[in-house]
């Protein structure tokens, strides 16, 4: 056998989009400038998706893949519950800064014109995320014998909020305003009660 692998088509489309989306903010992407931008024709493109829906799908996965396995991490090798939620929220906000096109998905830039159900998803993904801060943050009083001064759902939606405000940012800027820009401070004033 060949050592040489042929390249993974899935991957090198939703790598593509991912670019395209990160280097023509505003913009709708089409599969024809898609096709182009991967050089290969629109049938070849549906050939590995059924729709440009399920390429956007593929984006999301990927997210949340690249997201709760690090967040798994976290909780593996962290146990105080302050530490565990600075470190996944750094995590969400390195990881959209690090890829600007995953951010305009979450922000939801990208998904206006397309499929409802993208949206939808990314609102699981979402709401996915502030389920894991509320375990983390119910766990506390187990783990650690010490109470909240705030509900643990408040302070959930208030950390998710903060995330999904500072992707925002980063989009609206242009990717100039990066996510952790300023994310020590922010934080320790955010949990200067907890």
Known sequence: MSD????NRKQQILECLAH??????????TTAKLAGE?????AALYRHFPSKARMFEGLIEYIEESL???INLILTDQKETMVRCHHITHVILVFAERNPGMSRILAGDALVGENERLRVRVHQLFEKLET?????LRERKLREGKGLPINEL??????LAFCEGKISQYVRSGFEKKPSDSFAE????LMSGC
Do not use: H
């Open 4 to 7: 040489n692998k042929k390249p």
């Open 20 to 29: 395209m989306l990160e280097t023509s903010p505003g913009q709708r992407i």
């Open 38 to 42: 991967v050089g290969f024709s629109e």
């Open 68 to 70: 709760f396995s690090r």
């Open 132 to 136: 894991q801060f509320k375990q983390i």
């Open 154 to 159: 408040a302070l959930a939606n208030i950390i």
């Open 186 to 189: 922010q934080w320790q004033f």
